[in-house]
């Protein structure tokens, strides 16, 4: 019933920059977590960007500075604006979220299906 759609991979330039939307949608009662992961292949998986519960934000090292994690008024959609893409960043990106949905008894994890960010000239 909860479920994460992302949109905005793609292929992009050193130097350029992407959008990456998640939304959720479904029967939820509350969003208690919302970032972004991703993972590169023989890497493992880390974490990029994400709101706390308390709207605070964190970043991976390798990032700050250059990425932006956003929400949307009704706090329902995530995004990661990524600005100065360099060839290490390609990966593919998943949003993750931790969702009380109605009816559940405790919150859950969810995934976005992943979306493919590939940095190359």
């Known amino acids: 019933q909860v479920q994460l759609v992302e949109s905005g991979g793609g292929l992009v330039q050193p130097g350029g920059s992407l959008r990456l939307s998640c939304a959720a949608s479904?029967?939820?009662?509350?969003?208690?977590?919302m970032g972004w992961y991703r993972q590169a292949p023989g890497k493992q998986r880390e974490l990029v960007a994400a709101f706390t519960s308390g709207g605070s934000t964190n970043y991976a090292d390798s990032v700050k500075g250059r990425f932006t994690i956003s929400r949307d008024n009704a706090m329902n959609t995530v995004y990661l604006q990524m600005n100065s893409l360099k060839p290490e960043d390609t990966a593919v990106y998943y949003c993750?979220?931790?969702?009380?949905?109605?009816?559940?008894?405790?919150?859950?994890?969810?995934w976005g299906q992943g979306t493919q960010v590939t940095v190359s000239s």
């Open positions: 479904g029967s939820i009662f509350m969003i208690n977590f």
């Open positions: 993750n979220a931790v969702i009380k949905g109605y009816g559940i008894a405790t919150p859950r994890n969810y």
